[in-house]
Nanobody, 114 residues
């Protein structure tokens, strides 16, 4: 079992920045991939970014060049540095660990005002 806790969300003006964190606990030694997803009101949950244990990353086209995913393996924590935020980035952001079992955090709200 893995437990995930996100933090760092909040209200920010368009053009601003936020840094999200997701700390994993439990059976963290088996974690390879760590993802960020988001879900805006009335929309399906969507992929935002992925980081592998070796540091390779992938991003959704909508956030490329604005968001950076990183991780601290010693702390079992993944981060999402979000810059140049837009109102359309408003969503609940979730941390996800894929694998034989898929684990999700409870989410953290990010609201970007225009």
């Amino acid at each position: 079992q893995v437990q995930l806790v996100e933090s760092g969300g909040g209200l920010v003006q368009a053009g601003g920045s936020l840094r999200l964190s997701c700390s994993a606990s439990g059976r963290t030694a088996s974690i390879n991939i760590m993802d960020w997803y988001r879900q805006a009101p009335g929309k399906q949950r969507e992929f935002v970014a992925r980081i592998m244990s070796g540091g390779n990353t992938n991003y959704a086209d909508s956030v490329k060049g604005r968001f950076i995913i990183s991780r601290d393996n010693a702390k079992s924590t993944v981060y999402l540095q979000m810059s140049s935020l837009k109102p359309e980035d408003t969503a609940v952001y979730y941390c996800r660990i894929p694998g034989t079992a898929v684990y999700w955090g409870q989410g953290t709200q990010v609201t970007v005002s225009s």
